[in-house]
């Protein structure tokens, strides 16, 4: 049976224009990054002082590619954007960082537009950067684990009998409890350990921010799900998906930088809802763009491709309210 195509959501990545990041030592010496096979082990790199990062907003292509989607603050709306390769990069004190190139190209596919770094950890513009590793066929995997909605080591997760359980010490085949299908078995679980660091560090939600039972921790990409009895952030509508890195505000929700953090990513049949730490999140949603950090097993086991669901069309951004600090008006919105 053919399976629903979903409509890919738009994801936002901090880049930096490969020009920005130059060869100061080595073979390819004063020139920009560039795509795999021009690159060079071993030559040193620099970040120009003043490189920004710039938002660059992607969406999945009926091919299975990446397009550069509309409210992108870089690029040319449409132009197909590959994933080229994944790189290692070592710093002065031997620590290493990974980091994704992209290349974007013209309509045609004939000409190389621009060249975009996504950088998995803080580069720093005064430090020297050795190229370790470039691998070609990594570069997809990487790009899923940034898409992958994540909960964190101890988040407790409501099963199907009410009972409250780690996440950690969940296994396939048990039942959770879901917002819209009732009890749900776990399809599988992934587990990764990231640097806690930059735009990928994990985000804290204080216990009581959103009625939340205890501090929640989640992937900056996680979405939260929110019923509003009044509809304090102009939304439009009472049931609202929001990131959370759309709620920070340096205070009750917050980056939790620095270390590692353990990731945990739960898959179920269909793309739900469910209860973490007493409020509602989403677990993964498969599609093409995170199948490539699951196992074949998984991907090729049975678990279809997630068709789109209702509640994904609530998703609001970090512009639909000009109050600070939107995490304290939904939370009095959902109040009983």
């Known amino acids: 049976m053919t399976q629903p195509k979903h409509r890919a959501p738009v994801q936002t990545l901090p880049v930096f224009r490969a020009t920005d990041f130059c060869v100061t030592d080595g073979a390819n010496l004063g020139d920009a990054l560039s795509f795999a096979d021009e690159l060079m082990l071993d030559d040193i790199y620099t970040l120009h002082e003043d490189a920004p990062q710039t938002l660059l907003a992607i969406s999945q292509s009926d091919d299975t590619g990446f397009v550069i989607a509309a409210g992108s603050d870089i690029g040319t709306v449409g132009d197909p954007l590959h994933l080229d390769c994944a790189i290692t990069l070592m710093g002065p004190d031997s620590t290493t960082f990974d980091a994704v190139v992209l290349v974007e190209v013209n309509s045609a596919g004939d000409n190389i537009e621009n060249i975009y770094l996504l950088a998995l950890a803080p580069l720093d513009p005064h430090s020297q950067y050795r190229l370790v590793g470039v691998d070609p066929s990594a570069a997809r995997a990487r790009m899923a684990e940034v898409a992958c909605v994540s909960f964190t080591r101890g988040t407790r997760i409501t099963m199907a009998s009410g009972q409250q359980c780690p996440i950690e010490d969940l296994q396939v085949g048990d039942k959770v409890l879901s917002r819209d299908d009732g009890p749900q078995a776990v399809r599988w679980i992934g587990q990764t350990t990231m640097r806690a660091v930059g735009d990928f560090a994990p985000i804290l939600i204080s216990k ?22 009044v509809d304090e952030i102009g ?30 990513q739960l898959l179920f049949d269909d793309h739900q809802i469910i209860f973490a730490e007493g409020i509602a999140a989403e677990s993964l949603l498969l599609d093409e763009r995170t199948t490539p950090a699951l196992p074949d097993d998984v991907v090729h086991g049975g678990v279809p491709l997630h068709a789109k669901r209702t509640h994904e069309d609530f998703e609001i951004g970090s512009d639909t309210s000009d109050n600070a600090d939107m995490a304290e008006r939904l939370r009095r919105s959902s109040s009983t």
């Open 208 to 229: 009581g921010t959103l009625n939340n039972e205890n501090d929640l921790i989640v992937s900056p990409n996680h979405r939260l799900f929110i019923y509003q009895r």
């Open 235 to 264: 939304a439009g509508r009472s049931e609202v998906l929001v990131k959370a890195k759309h709620l920070l505000n340096g205070d009750t929700v917050r980056r939790l930088e620095g270390g590692f953090v353990d990731y945990f």
